[in-house]
């Protein structure tokens, strides 16, 4: 979980959707829970990843969040008022997957 994470925190956009792609991939694997401070680690870099130009890498991290939410209920409560304010800006985008994906 951590080379992802790490992957997705790179500067070159390419590592960071490498990153997401390997985060869906565990997330989607995950079984067990997350400890709270990975859940939080993986929020803050969604978040990071939401600001992101490129549509691919926001509507990645919100595939992320998604997967997330359905997995760790709990623990994303505890970001719910950073997380709702990040997700309804990208209603907005400009590109439909990122809005759908947002919704």
Request: aromatic share 4%; net charge neutral.
């Amino acid at each position: 979980m951590e080379e992802a994470l790490e992957l997705a925190r790179s500067k070159d956009t390419k590592d960071r959707m490498a990153g997401l792609e390997r985060l869906h991939q565990l997330l989607e694997a995950f079984r067990k829970s997350l400890s709270s401070s990975e859940v939080t680690s993986l929020v803050d870099v969604c978040l990071d990843l939401l600001k992101d130009n490129n549509f691919r890498v926001s509507q990645g991290a919100l595939q992320a969040l998604a997967s997330a939410a359905v997995l760790f209920r709990e623990h994303l409560k505890l970001h719910f008022n950073a997380l709702v304010p990040a997700v309804v800006e990208r209603l907005g985008d400009a590109k439909q997957r990122v809005r759908d994906a947002a919704r």
